[in-house]
């Protein structure tokens, strides 16, 4: 094989195997349920939450900055409860153990050509938002009114996998998502017969944000890997043949 040819190889294995840079992305969304699975235990997850808008692609990958009605699906679940309550009043913050899962899946276009971003939490808390009055409704004893954010840092190893090419996140990241009544107004969560709880969330928001840099996976670099391989052993081979005398035709 020619010399060109195996460093032509090698340098396009070397492009491939080049982590994108560093993106700091944002996945807007709206509606949904959050749901506590009990009122002093359990989990805090979001479901049905449509996505609305993605931005902050750089790259090979702007084109997936887009903003729409419906774009996808976020979701996510926390892991159980380690202090506080999974209705926190003003002025307190509930936090949760490592665990749980946080998930956006874009189907913008059928899905044709879209992402998954999957990623679990190293720790998160779910608190009143500053300046709000989380109360316990006058006469009740299973309803609440109020505001709440919900902060979580999601591990190194979330995962962005773009038509079957999965890249890695090899720092954390954090997302925050607020819940809120329509317009702004305060949320009304409501403790039901079972115990669970649930946030009729209307109007609530999610931010990808900490900076982080995606890598391909082994099998990306191990390609990288066969290119180098290959010019040494070309390189060897001439210098076999140079000191035998030996002579060959290149294909």
Same mark, same amino acid.
């Given at each position: 094989?020619?010399?060109?040819?195996?460093?032509?190889?090698?340098?396009?294995?070397?492009?491939?195997?080049?982590?994108?840079?560093?993106?700091?992305?944002?996945?807007?969304?709206?509606?949904?349920?959050?749901?506590?699975?009990?009122?002093?235990?359990?989990?805090?997850?979001?479901?049905?939450?449509?996505?609305?808008?993605?931005?902050?692609?750089?790259?090979?990958?702007?084109?997936?900055?887009?903003?729409?009605?419906?774009?996808?699906?976020?979701?996510?679940?926390? *892991?159980? %409860?380690?202090? &506080? /309550?999974?209705?926190?009043?003003? #002025? =307190?913050?509930? $936090?949760?153990?490592?665990? +749980? !899962?946080?998930?956006?899946?874009?189907?913008?276009?059928?899905?044709?050509?879209?992402?998954?971003?999957?990623?679990?939490?190293?720790?998160?808390?779910?608190?009143?938002?500053?300046?709000?009055?989380?109360?316990?409704?006058?006469?009740?004893?299973?309803?609440?009114?109020?505001?709440?954010?919900?902060? *979580?840092? %999601?591990?190194? &190893? /979330?995962?962005?996998?773009?038509? #079957? =090419?999965?890249? $890695?996140?090899?720092?954390? +990241? !954090?997302?925050?998502?607020?819940?809120?009544?329509?317009?702004?107004?305060?949320?009304?969560?409501?403790?039901?017969?079972?115990?669970?709880?649930?946030?009729?969330?209307?109007?609530?928001?999610?931010?990808?944000?900490?900076?982080?840099?995606?890598?391909?996976?082994?099998?990306?670099?191990?390609?990288? *890997?066969?290119?180098?391989?290959?010019?040494?052993?070309?390189?060897? #081979?001439?210098?076999?043949?140079?000191?035998?005398?030996? !002579?060959?035709?290149?294909?």
């Amino acid at each position: 094989m020619k010399l060109w040819k195996v460093l032509l190889f090698a340098l396009f294995a070397m492009c491939v195997s080049l982590p994108l840079p560093a993106q700091n992305i944002t996945f807007s969304n709206t509606d949904g349920m959050f749901n506590g699975t009990g009122l002093s235990s359990g989990d805090l997850g979001l479901s049905s939450s449509a996505l609305t808008g993605v931005s902050g692609f750089m790259g090979d990958l702007f084109g997936y900055n887009t903003t729409g009605s419906d774009l996808g699906t976020l979701s996510f679940t926390s *892991g159980p %409860l380690m202090s &506080g /309550t999974m209705v926190p009043l003003a #002025g =307190q913050t509930s $936090t949760f153990g490592p665990g +749980g !899962t946080f998930k956006v899946v874009d189907t913008y276009n059928g899905g044709y050509g879209g992402f998954t971003f999957k990623g679990v939490f190293s720790a998160s808390e779910w608190a009143c938002e500053i300046g709000i009055n989380c109360h316990q409704v006058s006469g009740t004893t299973n309803e609440w009114k109020g505001e709440w954010v919900f902060q *979580g840092t %999601l591990a190194a &190893g /979330t995962t962005l996998t773009i038509d #079957g =090419q999965k890249f $890695t996140a090899s720092t954390p +990241g !954090t997302i925050q998502i607020t819940a809120s009544g329509p317009g702004g107004a305060l949320e009304t969560v409501t403790e039901n017969k079972n115990g669970s709880i649930s946030f009729a969330d209307a109007g609530g928001t999610t931010r990808f944000g900490g900076q982080f840099q995606i890598s391909p996976e082994p099998g990306t670099l191990a390609l990288f *890997g066969t290119g180098l391989v290959a010019v040494g052993m070309l390189r060897n #081979g001439k210098r076999f043949r140079r000191l035998t005398g030996s !002579t060959s035709v290149d294909s």
